[in-house]
């Protein structure tokens, strides 16, 4: 199905396609690196606070992903969750048809995922919490193409980190995982004051997005950080 697309652009910001994109946490530091950001998900995101297309996001990046200047794809991580294994949850694995797709587009992309996705991701670099001085670790992955992506240094974990689903002590770090209590206190740590449980324990950070953001737009696209292209 061929799904009309707002190409509309905000000035002269490059157009950032977030597939698979929930609740809008990479796109909210997508758009503090400098893009302009539509999303796509298969589901409505009413709290989405961007652009956004209810489509299925592989066929779209198929159709449509040449039209954007930078793509990110998180594909459902609930394939490689421990949480879902647990509980003996089922879930499709798309991260090899999203990077099929992502490759046809002949534009530069990153795919984000969970540490039990990382041997099908090709050379991925780790993204944590602590990099960002935020108070959850939240180990993320990401797979680039057509560029090369540096992390900042990794501080030590000298935090404990609350158990998962319990309420977090004084001095801990949360997990914002699974069935969480703690929704408001999740939104201040992660950045994301718009979300509800369902967003946060899905979503990254949008201090990693932004990070991706401000080194895709230097390496990958050949712009200054913070300045219209």
């Excluded at 652009?51 to 200047?69: K, N, Q, T, Y």
């Amino acid at each position: 199905m061929t799904h009309p697309i707002p190409i509309r652009r905000d000035g002269r910001r490059p157009l950032l396609l977030d597939a698979f994109c929930c609740q809008g946490g990479a796109a909210a530091g997508y758009v503090a690196a400098g893009f302009d950001v539509v999303g796509v998900d298969i589901a409505p995101q009413p709290r989405y606070p961007y652009r956004f297309i209810e489509a299925d996001a592989v066929a779209f990046i198929r159709e449509h992903g040449a039209a954007f200047d930078f793509i990110h794809a998180s594909p459902p991580c609930q394939h490689d969750s421990a949480c879902q294994r647990i509980q003996g949850n089922t879930h499709p694995d798309l991260i090899a048809p999203t990077r099929t797709a992502l490759e046809s587009t002949g534009r530069p992309w990153v795919i984000e995922n969970v540490a039990g996705a990382v041997p099908k991701l090709r050379e991925p670099v780790m993204l944590c919490g602590a990099m960002f001085s935020l108070e959850t670790y939240r180990h993320r992955y990401f797979e680039t193409g057509g560029w090369t992506l540096t992390p900042p240094g990794h501080p030590a974990h000298l935090v404990p980190q609350g158990k998962m689903g319990r309420p977090i002590p004084p001095g801990h770090y949360g997990q914002f995982v699974g069935n969480f209590s703690g929704v408001g206190h999740a939104r201040r740590v992660m950045g994301v004051p718009w979300m509800n449980r369902d967003g946060i324990r899905e979503c990254i950070p949008p201090a990693y997005a932004s990070w991706v953001g401000a080194q895709a737009r230097r390496t990958a696209l050949g712009l200054a950080v913070g300045v219209a292209a």
